[in-house]
Structure formats: C-alpha cells, structure tokens
C-alpha cells in the first residue's frame, strides 16, 4: 500500500492541516495530541511502513504547539493487535503499522495500521491517547505542497540530494542495480543541490519531498533529517493558516488534490471542523523539538535506535500538558530545532 518514509512529511502536512488544534465546538476542549505518520508508497498489495512519525502537541490554552519525531528504526515493544493476528513483539517501530495494517491476503488497511501504531506510540511517549491524525504517502505530500503554491523554508545545511538531478527526474542507476532495492545507494551522476542559506528558499512539490527525504551525507543523518522535517511543517501550517484555512472552497481543493493519498483519522469530526480549529492556534509559537537518540547494538550488531532515559521527563510533561514550563525549566534534556 504504502512504503517508507518521505512520509513524515506527507503525513505531516495532511494532519496539520487538517488537525492542529481543537478549540472549535465541534472539536474536544483541553490538550489535543495528533500522530502525523509518513509512508512511501509501493503499492496496495505491499504493508505500509510508518517512514515517517511526528507527534504535534496542542496545549488547552492553544499558546502555539510542540512538534516532536520519534526516530522510525526507534525499538520498541509493539503491542498485540487481534484485528490483524499480530503478536506483542519487540522490533523497530516504523513496524508497528505494517503489523496492525493486515485485513486479507495481501490486503492492507493504512487505518487500521494507525491503530496499532499509536497504541505503540501511546506505550512509548505515555500519551494516553490521540485526538487525531493523519497518514500520508509520497505523491499525497507532492501534491499538496503544489496545491498551496509551494512553501519558502531557510536551509540549514548543505543537503545534496541522493535521488534526483538538477532537473527533478530520477538519477541514474548503476548497471549492476537495475531493480528497485536490489543494491545500497544504486544512483550515480548528478544531484539536485541545496545549498545553506539563511533566507528563505522557495521550494515546489518535488523540491520539498526530495529535500525532506534526504539523510546520506548530514552529519546526524535521519536525526537531521527528522529536523527539516519539522520545519518543514510549521512552514507548511504557517502557509495553511494565511491562506487556505479561512477559504473553504480553497481548504476543499487543496483537500481534493490530495485525494486517496492522504487517511484522515479525526475522532468522528472531519477536516473542515479541525481546519476551523486551526484559526486559533498560534503558529508562530510553532516549537520544533528533536529527542537525543543514538544507535542500538546489542552483539555488535546494529537492531537500530534508541532514546535515552533522560528524555522519559519530557514525555511526561507532554502527557501532563506543561510542555512549556519544562523546556524553560530544563534547557538541554531534548533539542530545539534551530
């Protein structure tokens, strides 16, 4: 159905835009949690790995939100899930919704998928449970991003692209790599570039899924990678608010453009009541946060990542909706997205 990653961004920008915070009647009082998940599409006979996952955070006084990535190779305990047969099991997270997303042979659902992803999200951060949320695949996350014109983001950091020319198609492969994951990095020639820069650049669909897909060559890899995609959110959301949430006709083809591509999870309430939400929240108060995770070798051989006990503080101070006093109060335990 559904494949990797690139999706942290897809799924982001389908739920932010859709979720970010309830204040409307239509919509619960008090703190929202939402689980923007990512997937890279294959096809529909092919489980769907969560690429990509983002909790955002609304606190009840609607003063902005706190977006935080759990690392997608995170190990975990997955619960057991009697709607796909699944069994409690210890693997990496971005499993999870491949695990809970079974309904038939070769047959997946990217919902019920989520179920079971955010229970195991629920198990690790303590949040107990998610208002709402989102999944979203490559295409879903191009269109979208074109649909509202582009968005315009500072770059941090050099970033070359591994997959794309100058130009936007597909790099070359390798004559030895002619299949789709037969070799480890089968590309060779030229590469889209994006180089640092301080003012913002403006970015197309497939600029800013490329982009927000890169990790080879970052000094943190998917740590730097989850970061732009973050800021890549809040850009999004920011360009939502100015100039799509209050144009419903507007909000229902930027939607439309979407299509199947995007699950919408919304508690029984649906986009245009959580678009409406959205009005009150401070985005520029928009917080991006990176958890201190680090590579997990048990062996000598690498299962994948973890987090370290330290950041257990944070994840209760998400659940107990005072996010904000704890930052202030504990200047280091997580990273603030620069």
Known sequence: MRRRFWAWFAVVAGCLLAAPAAVAAAVPAGPVNLLLV???????????????????????????????????????????FAKSGSPAQRAKINAAMALG???????????????????????????????????????????????????????????????????GSLRDRMPQCPGHDNCHRPYIGAQKAYPRSDN???????????????????????????????????????????????????????????????????????????????????????TGVGLPGSALFEGGVYQGEQLPGTVGPFFTAVAEDRVASFLRANPGVVIADR
């Open 38 to 80: 990512g997937i890279d599409p294959r096809n529909d006979y092919t489980a769907p790995l969560a690429d990509s996952i983002i909790v955002a955070h609304i606190p009840a006084d609607r003063s902005g939100a706190v977006l935080f990535s759990l690392p997608r190779d995170l190990v975990v305990r997955i619960p057991a």
């Open 101 to 167: 997303s079974r309904i038939g042979e070769r047959k997946y659902s990217a919902a019920q998928g989520f179920e079971l992803l955010a229970q195991t999200v629920s198990e690790v951060t303590g949040i107990r449970r998610f208002d709402a949320g989102a999944v979203l695949n490559f295409g879903g996350f191009r269109k979208f991003v074109d649909a509202v014109g582009g968005i315009s983001v500072p770059v941090d950091q050099d970033v070359v692209s591994e997959h794309r020319k100058p130009d």
């Open 200 to 286: 913002p650049v403006h970015f197309t669909g497939w600029e800013a899924l490329d982009f927000c897909r890169q990790r080879y060559g970052l000094p943190r890899s998917d740590y730097d990678r989850q970061r732009h995609q973050r800021q890549f959110v809040k850009a999004l959301a920011k360009k939502l608010k100015r100039t799509v949430i209050s144009d419903p006709a507007r909000l229902a083809q930027v939607t439309a453009s979407v299509g199947s591509s995007l699950t919408f999870v919304g508690g029984g309430r649906g986009i245009a009541d959580w678009a409406q939400a959205m009005k009150v929240l401070r985005i520029k108060d928009m």
